[in-house]
């Protein structure tokens, strides 16, 4: 759908995705099926193969109208920052979400292999085990990198990223400096979570 779409990217996920990391069988999975849309389909050798379809037009007019509305919605809540303070656009995705859930579970929207033509209870997706000693190891190399650090040059940094966020100017060089000496990506998270908060 996205390539006769014209989509400029694809990303295929692994059918094990919401379960665990990829195993090597489901990644290749993953890939076979962009090399088979590439490659075998043939349709990405047309420019645009929906091109004059009485259906693709209304369906777009459809989503069109739909985007016009959303807009306007959140525009009059007083712009996007202000509707995310009042959990608009966070409640909107967990009702949709739940309306989805509704449409499988009464079947109305079928869904093969998940609500219809299932392979049966004992039909089980194998899951990636990772050996927790890795977690381990990682903290480890972490708290060595902390000890190691000059930290009073790490909290300065922190600091003037924190004061560059308050701001208008370009947050890219404070957090560069950050990282060359050595803060942590959550060190950094923390510093802006500070001043924008939250999903903005």
Do not use: W
Not at 116 to 142: N, S
């Amino acid at each position: 759908a996205a390539t006769l779409g014209g989509t400029q990217s694809l990303h295929t996920n692994s059918y094990d995705e919401a379960l665990g990391l990829p195993t090597e069988e489901s990644a290749t999975v993953a890939l076979r099926t962009q090399q088979i849309v590439a490659e075998e389909s043939g349709i990405a050798s047309a420019v645009d193969p929906f091109g004059g379809s009485y259906l693709i037009e209304e369906l777009t007019d459809q989503i069109e109208r739909a985007v016009q509305e959303e807009l306007e919605r959140i525009e009059a809540l007083g712009g996007m920052v202000s509707a995310i303070a009042s959990h608009y656009p966070q409640d909107a995705i967990e009702r949709s979400a739940f309306e989805y859930q509704q449409s499988l579970e009464t079947k109305e929207r079928v869904v093969v292999g998940v609500n219809e033509y299932t392979e049966g209870p004992d039909a089980k997706i194998p899951i990636l085990k990772v050996d927790t000693k890795l977690e381990q190891e990682q903290l480890k190399r972490l708290c060595a990198v902390k000890a190691e650090r000059d930290n009073s040059v790490v909290s300065a940094s922190l600091e003037n990223i924190e004061n560059v966020a308050k701001g208008a100017d370009n947050l890219m060089p404070p957090i560069i400096t950050a990282i060359k000496a050595r803060a942590t990506l959550g060190e950094i998270s923390d510093r802006l979570r500070t001043v924008f908060g939250e999903y903005r």
